[in-house]
């Protein structure tokens, strides 16, 4: 499995969405995200985006005030996750249109449904912005 | 019902109110979730699809938010997914997909809808159904839906195509039999002309060829022409971690794969993919010089970017080619010199470990300085990681890099004295152990150990306890090469040792008890010689009082440097002065301890030793002072070790008093008797400790009739009752400082308990009871506030850079073509056991699943379909399986490559088979009559086609063609490459 889970998490270090893919109980998470939110959060600008922790590897970028925190495996390309990262906030941006923390927490299913469409079982599947925004376009007109 | 049920839509609340109101936070925020959540479990058995479906998104927020538990409504959840509309089914789907799990028990319910969805015509419906089976499928789910996902894998359209590829993963994971039906559509979907499908298909592939790479071999044809052909970085850089795999299994894919992979390198424009090719390069195909060049100049554009992240992979890379290739580490050495004092701490390591990585047995004396001055400017954290990679270093593989032992030496005492130094334990451990594995540098080491112990600033520190017990252990055991005894008593006995834990003091005590014997032991040897030599050559006496008067001012400056103790001297000195020549002449009958310690020690320094009564007496007197009150203590180590001591004095002194007095005539008699004692203590202590194998206790056969195995259980409910009260006698005087154990340290107490389980052997135990003192566990508790000064204070240095110039200089000397260095003195013996000292390591298994389901993929790819599991086929078969999958490698290689590279023939130095250039002319043939590339490849196609599908048949003819060439061919099985 290539990402192992996908985090979202704004300045005071609040969950905004997780998605995981492996089986993890709840406090298991728990304590997962506050562990890496403590450790990617007291980085600063200058240093790299990336830390090993347990035995993932945690790829992170800040777009504004949210944290986008994706957790992989220790062979998976770091730059093709930040990446990665780029384009999921690229493709939110493309539908709510300069995307921001509030969107997000408004619209948390639309935001796993991208994901969804980008990522299955850990492994990208999908990388056009158009491809990922089409069913999700089209689920709103017909709603 | 109606009403209420219309009434509560009406009313609901929507997870934006929800939202909003959390934002308001009017009433906090836990109290307004719980009043949520009472909402949600009314609102969630309404009869209303709107209504619940509501309340379920509700709740999936909350769940995946506020981490709050949805499990009681996987009931709803199913009961959501089978709505008929769409809306509502999305929820349903998300809030299955978020919650449940193996052990969710009404997954079973669910399969009839997945089923339902799955045949939909909506395809956005199939798609739902298909995300959710690639998070939750069981093994029942993956079984009894394969087949709808078989069809789905060639479904025309596109999403679920797509989809249906992604979810394979998943079902393979659970359910390896699916491998059976699926995998030929998933090969499929591989040489599929839309990018898409080969993307998710390359994705699912790398994922499975990560487990287990060497079922997927005959399919490298195929990735090779996604390799060479492809222009999507997402899939090129999958396709290269399938490969980086693969090529490890079979080398001569490695000479195919260098060439594209080092185009892709030099052409990308995309870092990502860059980097990913000079990670394949470094870590796959470090045998190829030219490729790992252009791979280290990438590296290098890498580390002198701006950017951070591109700095720290490039470290990340550098690391991996460093075990192959040092020369580009010494490249690049100022870039990585500079990252030590970087702002990342992640870099530092990084480079840390570089610098490790430069470290050779010529330049480890300087590299170790500049760290050292790294570390004492470094934060606590980062100060004790160069510490130990320091440590680690040095003494990796039985200090191999250390010629100058004395240098090392005084190197980890000068590393304990660092503020931040947290590294007793492991400081502890080459103390000691280079005390026994190295001879040679005892005198130095006793030296260090001296300079650490009288250092009373030192005891304060906890964290130097470790090495403060190693230190007193050393001076203790090699005491003949102490060049003041007493002040080694004294500073092993001053009163600030009360600051130390028990079992460290215990180890000071015993120490000391050392020193004493070795202390009265050369005084009675020194009377002893001058009364043989007064009696039996009066010449030479005459001779030597001769000499006395030729020594007499250097006594008086050697008295003058002496420490308190031997300030006292002086009254004694002057008629026992001919001893101490003395003790030099008789070397024949002396006994070994002297010879050695007449050896090693200045004419000077044996003037300090001076053992006369008075220095006895007086060091007697010290003892019985600093022991006394501890023959009352509440430990029982301290105690008992005091009162054995004590004890041994007072049986001396009912021997000695007399010979104090008297004089010469009678003092050989009296003296007997202690002496006696004496040697028999000197004896105990003198023999030699060596190291101990790790494998010692392997090789101690078991006796006749011992089960070794049976009543375990019972053994450990007496070691239960036996351990509980020792462990806590050590603590006994200190309870207050129990609060301030910290989880590392109880974890070292554990470990420290389930040591003497493993320590049974005879050996270990023989070893134990004469030393029993250095096994003591030694705690770290007792954290004592005091009032002295800091051991040292930080230091004024120069600037870092100043060091980091240092660095890049010394390193530099390391690039000179390696010669070894013309040292003062040769290296000394490092004592080392032949075997067993490796700790060898168990391959590990892969599980169960895996092994089914790469049985499984070997069976489909390799034709052997009628045989159910991998684990029953019998061996010939698995023989003529492998052989023909390598075949297939070779047959469709060389083919493409001609392909792709034009008529360029590449000389295959691998395989000089006439069988093969023989063939290879055939293709060649083959591609002069039908030049269309497509054409060709269609062909070829066919025949892969014709091979998996026809089953027994197919398999039969197969393993007849393997076994004509057999015989033909003498290392058939190694290179099989007949069917060329």
């Given at each position: 499995m290539g990402i192992r889970f996908i985090l979202m998490v704004n300045k005071q270090g609040q969950t905004r969405l997780a998605q995981y893919y492996e089986y993890l109980t709840l406090e298991e998470r728990r304590a997962l995200e506050g562990e890496i939110v403590r450790k990617c959060l007291a980085r600063n600008e200058q240093q790299c985006s990336f830390v090993e922790h347990r035995n993932y590897k945690i790829v992170y970028r800040r777009y504004a005030s949210l944290f986008f925190l994706v957790g992989v495996d220790n062979d998976e390309n770091e730059l093709a996750i930040l990446?990665?990262?780029?384009?999921?906030?690229?493709?939110?941006?493309?539908?709510?249109?300069?995307?921001?923390?509030?969107?997000?927490?408004?619209?948390?299913?639309?935001?796993?449904?991208?994901?969804?469409?980008?990522?299955?079982?850990?492994?990208?599947?999908?990388?056009?912005?158009?491809?990922?925004?089409?069913?999700?376009?089209?689920?709103?007109?017909t709603s | 019902m109606a009403g209420s049920s219309i009434m509560e839509t009406l009313f609901q609340r929507t997870l934006d109110d929800i939202i909003k109101g959390l934002r308001l936070q009017l009433i906090g925020e836990s109290a307004f979730i719980s009043k949520a959540m009472e909402e949600i479990r009314r609102e969630i058995k309404s009869t209303d699809p709107h209504t619940k479906s509501t309340a379920l998104q509700k709740l999936t927020y909350f769940n995946s938010v506020h981490g709050l538990d949805m499990s009681w409504a996987a009931f709803h959840v199913v009961e959501v997914i089978g709505s008929s509309r769409f809306a509502h089914k999305k929820i349903?789907?998300?809030?299955?997909?978020?919650?449940?799990h193996d052990g969710t028990d009404v997954m079973l319910l669910i399969t009839n809808q997945l089923r339902k969805d799955l045949t939909s015509t909506n395809e956005f419906e199939v798609s739902l159904a298909l995300e959710c089976l690639s998070r939750i499928a069981t093994l029942d789910l993956a079984r009894d839906l394969t087949p709808e996902i078989f069809t789905l894998l060639s479904s025309s359209k596109n999403l679920v195509r797509k989809k249906a590829i992604g979810v394979i993963l998943r079902v393979f994971g659970v359910y390896p039999d699916a491998v059976r039906v699926c995998f030929k559509r998933l090969v499929e979907n591989l040489e599929s002309?839309?990018?898409?499908?080969?993307?998710?298909?390359?994705?699912?592939?790398?994922?499975?060829?990560?487990?287990?790479?060497?079922?997927?071999?005959?399919?490298?044809?195929?990735?090779?022409?996604?390799?060479?052909?492809?222009?999507?970085?997402?899939?090129?850089?999958?396709?290269?971690?399938?490969?980086?795999?693969?090529?490890?299994?079979?080398?001569?894919?490695?000479?195919?794969?260098?060439?594209?992979?080092?185009?892709?390198?030099?052409?990308t424009g995309a870092k990502s993919l860059m980097f990913e090719c000079v990670r394949t390069i470094v870590t796959s195909l470090a045998e190829y010089e030219s490729a790992v060049k252009h791979a280290v100049v990438k590296i290098r554009e890498l580390l002198i970017d701006d950017d951070p992240n591109l700095k720290y992979l490039g470290l990340q890379a550098l690391s991996i080619v460093a075990s192959k290739h040092l020369w580009a580490v010494l490249e690049n050495k100022e870039v990585v010199i500079k990252s030590l004092s970087d702002a990342d701490p992640n870099i530092k390591l990084e480079s840390l470990r570089l610098v490790?990585?430069?470290?050779?047995?010529?330049?480890?004396?300087?590299?170790?300085?500049?760290?050292?001055?790294?570390?004492?400017?470094?934060?606590?954290?980062?100060?004790?990681?160069?510490?130990?990679?320091?440590?680690?270093?040095?003494g990796r593989n039985f200090y191999e890099k250390i010629i100058d032992f004395d240098w090392y030496v005084s190197l980890l005492g000068e590393m304990s004295r660092i503020p931040h130094c947290q590294k007793g334990e492991e400081v502890e451990n080459q103390f000691i152990d280079?005390?026994?594995?190295?001879?040679?540098?005892?005198?130095?080491?006793?030296?260090?150990?001296?300079?650490?112990?009288?250092?009373?600033?030192?005891?304060?520190?906890?964290?130097?306890?470790?090495?403060?017990?190693a230190a007193a252990w050393v001076s203790g055991e090699y005491v003949e090469f102490s060049k003041n005894p007493f002040e080694l008593m004294e500073a092993l006995l001053q009163p600030?040792?009360?600051?130390?834990?028990?079992?460290?003091?215990?180890?000071?005590?015993?120490?000391?008890?050392?020193?004493?014997?070795?202390?009265?032991?050369?005084?009675?040897?020194?009377?002893?010689?001058?009364?043989?030599?007064?009696?039996?050559?009066?010449?030479?006496?005459?001779?030597?009082?001769?000499?006395?008067?030729v020594r007499e001012s250097p006594k008086g400056s050697g008295s003058a440097t002496c420490e308190a103790p031997a300030n006292e001297l002086d009254g004694g000195f002057n008629p026992r002065i001919p001893s101490q020549l003395s003790k030099d002449i008789p070397t024949g009958n002396g006994d070994e301890m002297i010879v050695t310690h007449g050896q090693t020690s200045s004419f000077a320094s044996l003037e300090k030793n001076s053992f006369t009564e008075d220095s006895i007496s007086n060091l007697l007197n010290l003892i019985e002072m600093a022991l006394g009150p501890?023959?009352?203590?509440?430990?029982?180590?301290?105690?008992?070790?005091?009162?054995?001591?004590?004890?041994?004095?007072?049986?001396?002194?009912?021997e000695i008093p007399g010979s104090l007095d008297q004089g010469e005539g009678n003092f050989e008699r009296e003296q007997l008797k202690a002496s006696e004692v004496i040697n028999v203590m000197r004896d105990a202590f003198s023999k030699e400790l060596g190291p101990v194998s790790i494998s010692a206790q392997e090789r101690v056969p078991v006796p006749d009739g011992l089960m070794l195995n049976e009543n375990l259980c019972d053994l450990e409910k007496i070691?239960?009752?036996?351990?509980?009260?020792?462990?806590?006698?050590?603590?006994?005087?200190?309870?207050?400082?129990?609060?301030?154990?910290?989880?590392?340290?109880?974890?070292?107490?554990?470990?420290e308990e389930s040591e003497p389980s493993t320590e049974s052997t005879s050996l270990l135990a023989e070893h134990r009871k004469r030393h029993g003192l250095y096994y003591l566990s030694s705690e770290k508790n007792e954290i004592s506030s005091t009032d002295y000064p800091p051991a040292n204070e930080m230091k004024l240095q120069d600037d870092l850079h100043d060091d980091a110039e240092d660095l890049v200089k010394l390193t530099e000397q390391s690039l000179v073509p390696k010669k070894k260095p013309n040292h003062a003195k040769p290296r000394p013996v490092v004592v080392r056991l032949d075997e067993g000292d490796e700790v060898s390591i168990v391959a590990k298994k892969p599980d169960s699943k895996d092994d089914l389901l790469s049985g499984a993929v070997r069976d489909v790819l390799f034709g052997n379909e009628a045989i159910p599991t991998s684990s029953q086929r019998n061996p010939s078969d698995k023989s003529s399986s492998k052989r023909k999958g390598k075949e297939k490698v070779n047959i469709d290689l060389p083919s493409e490559l001609k392909e792709n590279l034009g008529d360029e023939e590449k000389p295959d130095l691998g395989n000089p088979s006439s069988r093969r250039s023989k063939h290879r002319t055939h293709g060649k043939e083959r591609r002069h009559r039908s030049p269309g590339k497509n054409d060709e490849e269609r062909e070829e196609n066919v025949q892969k086609e014709k091979q998996k599908s026809s089953h027994r048949h197919g398999r039969h003819k197969a393993r007849q063609r393997a076994d004509g060439p057999l015989n033909v061919v003498a290392q058939a099985a190694v290179i099989p490459d007949f069917l060329l």
């Open positions: 990446e990665f990262i780029h384009l999921l906030v690229e493709t939110m941006d493309r539908h709510f249109g300069n995307v921001c923390e509030l969107d997000i927490m408004f619209h948390l299913e639309k935001a796993h449904f991208m994901l969804e469409e980008m990522v299955m079982n850990g492994c990208i599947v999908e990388t056009s912005k158009s491809n990922i925004l089409s069913p999700i376009q089209l689920m709103d007109k | 349903g789907y998300l809030a299955a997909s978020q919650s449940f002309p839309d990018p898409q499908m080969v993307s998710a298909t390359v994705g699912v592939f790398c994922e499975l060829a990560s487990k287990d790479p060497g079922s997927y071999l005959p399919l490298a044809p195929e990735f090779y022409k996604i390799l060479v052909d492809s222009k999507n970085n997402w899939i090129l850089i999958k396709v290269m971690k399938i490969f980086a795999k693969l090529v490890q299994l079979e080398p001569r894919l490695a000479k195919r794969v260098v060439e594209p992979i080092c185009e892709h390198m030099a052409r490790m990585a430069m470290v050779s047995d010529s330049n480890v004396s300087e590299i170790s300085r500049v760290l050292v001055n790294y570390a004492l400017k470094s934060d606590p954290e980062f100060c004790n990681e160069i510490l130990g990679s320091i440590l680690s270093t040095c280079i005390g026994m594995r190295v001879k040679d540098v005892r005198p130095e080491l006793v030296r260090v150990a001296r300079d650490l112990l009288i250092d009373p600033a030192l005891l304060g520190n906890p964290f130097l306890n470790r090495i403060l017990s600030r040792t009360s600051l130390l834990p028990p079992s460290i003091r215990a180890v000071y005590i015993h120490s000391a008890f050392k020193v004493l014997i070795f202390c009265l032991h050369s005084y009675f040897f020194q009377r002893k010689t001058i009364a043989s030599s007064s009696l039996s050559s009066n010449d030479l006496a005459q001779g030597v009082s001769d000499s006395v008067s501890l023959s009352v203590s509440h430990e029982i180590e301290l105690q008992e070790r005091a009162r054995n001591i004590l004890g041994f004095i007072e049986l001396i002194k009912q070691c239960g009752d036996v351990q509980l009260p020792s462990t806590s006698s050590f603590s006994l005087g200190t309870p207050h400082s129990k609060e301030k154990i910290g989880v590392s340290l109880l974890n070292l107490q554990s470990k």
